[in-house]
Antibody
Framework: EVQLVESGGGLVQPGGSLRLSCAAS????????MHWVRQAPGKGLECVSR????????TDAESVKGRFTISRDNAKNTLYLQMNSLRVEDTAVYYC????????????WGKGTTVTVSS | QSALTQPASVSGSPGQSITISCTGT?????????VSWYQQLPGKAPRLMIY???NRPSGVSNRFSGSKSGNTASLTISGLQAEDEADYYC???????????FGTGTKVTVL
């Protein structure tokens, strides 16, 4: 079964750090670009960051540039998001999702992990 | 990056057809035939409903269809059913070195 499972969310104070993980199974992880998409409470979806199959291309939203770092370990079939200098407005459910190389839609999503930034 | 513009809400009676618009620019929706649509039920992850403007993934009802004209894409739900009540988001590819851009989201209500 194709599956993406996020973990690592939690409560953190403003200025703090958190690392999210996304474990992939049931497919060839290295064939897919991977995305982190977030949704603040009651708000819409925002593509935070994405990474190419081999990690050679990374694109970040302006809202997280310089603070968040996406990475992947193809040997471990795992995607990461290192989040530093967290702000209250980073509070959201964070989803990982996949896009097959050469295609342009997110066809499988994880269930999400919740990040709350609050003092 | 600016979000694509969608109406905040659209409603219809069972059996009717509704259309949700998604307006972007010549740099995203107008530049590529890579618009996709997602359905999000409350508390759930988004689900792919339409890809590459008009294509339906396996398992998605043929009541869902997509189209595009210029900088505006559209999702049509025909034969509206109670189970279609959800939030719907469009998204567009913006090039190799830009994040995908999502629409503002539309809440569909079945009256």
């Amino acid at each position: 079964e194709v599956q993406l499972v996020e973990s690592g969310g939690g409560l953190v104070q403003p200025g703090g750090s958190l690392r999210l993980s996304c474990a992939a199974s049931g497919f060839t992880f290295s064939d897919y670009w991977m995305h982190w998409v977030r949704q603040a409470p009651g708000k819409g979806l925002e593509c935070v960051s994405r990474i190419k199959t081999d990690g050679s291309i990374i694109t970040d939203a302006e809202s997280v540039k310089g603070r968040f770092t996406i990475s992947r370990d193809n040997a471990k079939n795992t995607l990461y998001l290192q989040m530093n200098s967290l702000r209250v407005e980073d509070t959201a459910v964070y989803y990982c999702a996949r896009v097959k190389d050469g295609l342009f839609f997110l066809d499988v999503w994880g269930k999400g992990t919740t990040v709350t930034v609050s003092s | 990056q600016s979000a694509l513009t969608q109406p905040a809400s659209v409603s219809g009676s069972p059996g009717q057809s509704i259309t949700i618009s998604c307006t972007g620019t010549s740099s995203d929706v107008g530049a590529y035939n890579y618009v996709s649509w997602y359905q999000q039920l409350p508390g759930k992850a988004p689900r792919l409903m339409i890809y590459d403007v008009t294509n339906r993934p396996s398992g998605v009802s043929n009541r869902f269809s997509g189209s595009k004209s210029g900088n505006t894409a559209s999702l049509t739900i025909s034969g509206l059913q109670a189970e279609d009540e959800a939030d719907y988001y469009c998204t567009s590819y913006k090039g190799t070195y830009s994040p995908y851009v999502f629409g503002t989201g539309t809440k569909v209500t079945v009256l």
